[in-house]
């Protein structure tokens, strides 16, 4: 586990989120990927770190046996989920506040953390 997951689970914890057993800390917005900028700088325009409890959520492991749901970490941002993260916080920032952008990444957050364990991150922000 990276040095800014281990910043995003402490942040987490810190803000009163329960990590259960064998989950890691996922960035929404990826620290470090270049097709990830556009969110980032979202993110930077409102406040909000990269590395704070907003831009995170605990998601299971290859090692989490429980029924915890939530789609599997796996450490990587595929180009499909950042590009539909980058659209959604775009669309958020339409609205002009930082509370839209926030609200998107509970929602964000949300599906990820109820998706089935065997979602595919490619398509898990699609809209349908």
């Known amino acids: ?8 689970g402490e942040a987490l914890e810190k803000a ?6 064998n989950t890691a800390a996922h960035h929404i917005v990826a620290e470090g990927a ?15 770190d ?3 409890a907003m831009n995170g959520v605990f998601l299971p492991t290859n090692k989490n046996t429980s029924n915890l ?22 669309m958020a920032d339409k609205i002009g506040t ?14 990820l953390s109820n998706a089935d364990r065997n979602a595919n991150w490619k398509t898990i922000l699609k809209k349908t």
Not at 1 to 8: A, H, I
């Open 98 to 111: 930082k509370e839209a952008i926030e609200a998107e990444l509970k929602n964000i957050a949300n599906i």
């Open 34 to 48: 270049k097709n990830a900028e556009p969110a980032r700088k979202i993110l930077e325009k409102y406040g909000i």
């Open 50 to 52: 990269i590395n704070g």
């Open 1 to 8: 586990m990276g040095l800014t997951s281990c910043q995003l």
């Open 16 to 21: 009163g989120v329960f990590r259960p057993e």
């Open 69 to 90: 749901p939530g789609i599997m970490h796996n450490g990587r941002h595929p180009n499909a989920y950042i590009d539909a993260v980058n659209d959604r916080l775009k």
